[in-house]
């Protein structure tokens, strides 16, 4: 094994001078090549450390198994993992309510936290994140291993667009991009008239990599032609993406591509599971690595969340394996996605989301029966010539029938109106046939939808409205 990692000690002990060969791969080849066989069992040992770790330090840890009659004794191979009940977010939140601010699953003592990030709590009570020292450098340490693996090198100038707040995915990305060596340029994101800048930025300082979400990249593409720049004439070679399932749906990949002339990476997993690089693509884009030596992950039945077969879909289930501050043990995300463990070009022997984190079970909804996901209806739109940029999805109740609506932006060589009527035809009926339901489309000019410069929230469910209405 390379001297640059101390395996022998939990948590593992980095070398935090090492940098690879620029011509190499991999990080740390000896690990992201090894026989699955093998790697299991070194991930066995750093499991039942991290297991022993919650169990004595953490109170919720411990009532939650003694319920369930587990122990870290349990553990005796990898399978026994499922014997283990899941945590979801809502018992995060219910902790911390308990015992602010940090709940019963920190780790170690409160002083020792030398970071606090969390959820922004729009959509119910905030989450805490309680990070150590340690945690820190660990995660900067994985950051970049991923970020390597996604052809980012000590030569690269990464601009950073993101919120640089409690969020956790531009301070995860600045930190993965100063350990490896590379030049930062965290720009932010958020402030009036900052898209403007950046872009003015980028055309000086020719910025050979970029971060944020794949909403406002598209947005950062949008400001840039208003300037009459050409984004690919900005250089980026490779952009990564987070925070929205944007950069694996193919459309959507393609379109971002085709824009700026350089590699679409899509990653991530949840802030809870810093570092959220764990599912990260390599530079061939064949869909999220799952790299589980730092944190393993199951790809479950959402109802018994036992592990399900490779080629099928399920929900990620995740587990920290060098976490000390608040390590997440069997966290669901609630994700979709497929995994493989089918063979990638870079030699990585880690299992797969060939189609990346597709959809969200909460974000689905039902119309007519059908199982529908803004992300099936974003990869149609984005693949029709003449589609604008930016959509939304109102579904609706009219006399007990639901009515979805999608309104839609059309190109500007699409604004004569039977060029429209075409465009709003081909669009009902390549989404009929995507979603096993025909829309109403309503076209709209293109720049009349807001952007975003964070996560884009696309769908608004009016249906509660009617069932208040008719009571």
């Known amino acids: 094994m390379t001297s640059a990692v101390d395996l022998t000690v939990w948590p593992p002990r980095y070398d935090a001078t090492y940098r690879p060969d620029p011509a190499s791969e991999h990080w740390f080849p000896e690990l992201e090549c090894m026989e699955p066989h093998a790697r299991d069992a070194l991930i066995l040992v750093k499991l039942r450390r991290q297991l022993a770790w919650a169990w004595e330090r953490s109170p919720f840890y411990r009532k939650k198994w003694d319920a369930a009659g587990v122990s870290p004794a349990t553990l005796r191979s990898l399978p026994d993992l499922e014997k283990f009940p899941v945590v979801t977010k809502a018992e995060l939140r219910a902790s911390q309510a308990a015992a602010p601010p940090y709940g019963e699953y920190l780790c170690v003592e409160p002083g020792a936290v030398a970071r606090i990030h969390g959820t922004s709590g729009t959509t119910g009570r905030p989450t805490v994140f309680g990070i150590d020292r340690g945690d820190w450098e660990r995660i900067g340490e994985a950051h970049a291993r991923i970020l390597w693996g996604a052809g980012i090198r000590r030569g690269d100038r990464v601009l950073i667009c993101s919120f640089f707040s409690l969020y956790l995915g531009s301070w995860g990305a600045l930190e993965g991009v100063e350990r490896l060596g590379a030049t930062a340029f965290p720009f932010g994101a958020g402030a009036s008239g900052q898209t403007l800048m950046a872009v003015q930025w980028a055309r000086e300082l020719r910025p050979t990599a970029f971060y944020g979400t794949p909403s406002y990249a598209l947005h950062f593409a949008e400001i840039a032609r ?36 350089g590699l679409c990476v899509d990653m991530g997993s949840m802030a809870e599971m810093t570092p959220w690089m764990t599912n990260g693509e390599c530079r061939h884009r064949t869909g999220m690595h799952l790299w589980q030596d ?45 995994w493989t463990d089918a063979p990638c070009p870079c030699g990585r022997t880690y299992p797969r989301l060939p189609g990346g984190l597709y959809g969200r079970l909460d974000d689905m909804f039902i119309v007519r029966g059908e199982n529908i996901y803004p992300s099936a209806i974003e990869d149609t739109l984005r693949a029709i010539e003449g589609f604008g940029g930016e959509f939304r999805v109102i579904v609706s109740r009219r006399e007990a029938m639901d009515e979805l609506l999608v309104r839609a932006e059309y190109a500007p ?30 076209l709209v000019p293109a720049g009349t939808l807001e952007r975003t410069e964070f996560k884009a929230r696309r769908v608004i469910d009016d249906r509660d409205l009617y069932r208040r209405s008719v009571r």
């Open 226 to 261: 208003r300037e009459g720049l050409d984004p690919r004439e900005l250089g980026f070679r490779t952009l990564f993406f987070s925070g929205e399932p944007g950069a694996g749906i193919p459309a959507t990949k393609r379109l971002i591509e085709a824009t700026f002339g």
């Open 294 to 338: 730092l944190v393993y992950t199951q790809v479950c039945d959402p109802e018994t969340f036992r592990p399900v077969a490779f080629g099928a879909e399920g929900t990620p289930v995740y587990t920290h394996l060098e976490r000390t501050s608040q390590p997440m043990i069997r966290l669901v995300s609630g994700d979709l996605a497929r």
């Open 413 to 442: 060589a699409h604004a004569e109106p039977g060029a429209r009527a075409k465009l709003s035809a081909t669009m009902a009926e390549r989404l009929r046939a995507r979603l096993g339901v025909r829309p109403i489309v309503e």
